[in-house]
């Protein structure tokens, strides 16, 4: 679901099972986007990007999906591990600046 | 390597105070980005520079709010007469080329406190 305020949706899985994580972007122009992981009192850490030219790209352990004709991104996290724990945000270059999603909090359970 | 950083890492101003919010990005990135992040939310753009040109400060929320990179490299987020509205976690980025179509590296944020 979406989010509003402090209320971020929360994924939780067990470890060793897939993850995937959501997100719906706004501007059908944008051509570019990244997903970011952020911990607890850290910066945002770039995880992956795919450009508009693309439907699918693959880095170590994450995938990247994108569905331009319903505007929706998401992340794919093979084999979930203790230290993916954290909240992962989409982010869309519409031409003009970066626009963020609201976030998913992924808890990983042992 | 060195990342981009960003100092002071925290600070508490009293309401009306001015705080000025450095940061140093990644030696030979050309963009340069601030956002301001509140609470449980995801970050929100306020100005982006190329080299020493302020190309976008639509994102700046108020006249209050003010940003420069006079040589190109360093940056300064300065914000006059602070409210408690201003509270929130200010990030900077930086992005190797003058584009917008390339990642951006962030630092660990100042988180501001406004009492």
């Known amino acids: 679901g979406e989010s509003v305020g402090l209320h971020l949706p929360t994924l939780s899985v067990q470890e060793g099972d897939n993850s995937i994580i959501n997100c719906a972007y706004s501007n059908s122009a944008s051509d570019y986007f990244i997903w970011y992981k952020q911990e607890s009192g850290k910066g945002p850490q770039f995880i992956i990007d795919i450009r508009s030219n693309m439907d699918k790209r693959q880095g170590q352990r994450v995938t990247v999906l994108?569905?331009?004709?319903?505007?929706?991104?998401?992340?794919?996290?093979?084999?979930?591990?203790?230290?993916?724990?954290?909240?992962?945000?989409c982010a869309e270059n519409n031409g003009q600046n970066f626009v963020f999603g609201p976030g998913t909090r992924l808890s990983v359970l042992p | 390597g060195a990342g981009v950083?960003?100092?002071?890492?925290?600070?508490?101003?009293?309401?009306?105070?001015?705080?000025?919010?450095?940061?140093?990005?990644?030696?030979?990135?050309?963009?340069?980005?601030?956002?301001?992040?509140?609470?449980?939310?995801?970050?929100?753009?306020?100005?982006?520079?190329?080299?020493?040109?302020q190309l976008d400060k639509s994102g700046l929320p108020s006249?209050?709010?003010?940003?420069?990179?006079?040589?190109?490299?360093?940056?300064?987020?300065?914000?006059?007469?602070?409210?408690?509205?201003?509270?929130?976690?200010y990030l900077c980025a930086s992005s190797e080329t003058g584009t917008l179509g390339h990642t951006q590296y962030f630092g660990p944020g100042t988180r501001l406190t406004v009492l």
Do not use: M
């Open chain 1, 66 to 89: 994108l569905n331009k004709t319903v505007k929706h991104l998401s992340l794919q996290i093979a084999a979930t591990q203790p230290g993916d724990s954290a909240v992962y945000f």
């Open chain 2, 5 to 53: 950083s960003q100092s002071p890492r925290y600070k508490v101003a009293k309401r009306g105070q001015d705080v000025a919010l450095r940061c140093d990005p990644i030696s030979g990135h050309v963009s340069l980005f601030w956002y301001q992040q509140a609470l449980g939310q995801g970050p929100e753009f306020l100005t982006y520079f190329q080299n020493e040109a």
């Open chain 2, 63 to 89: 006249d209050r709010f003010f940003a420069e990179r006079p040589e190109g490299s360093v940056s300064t987020l300065k914000i006059q007469r602070t409210q408690q509205e201003d509270s929130a976690v």
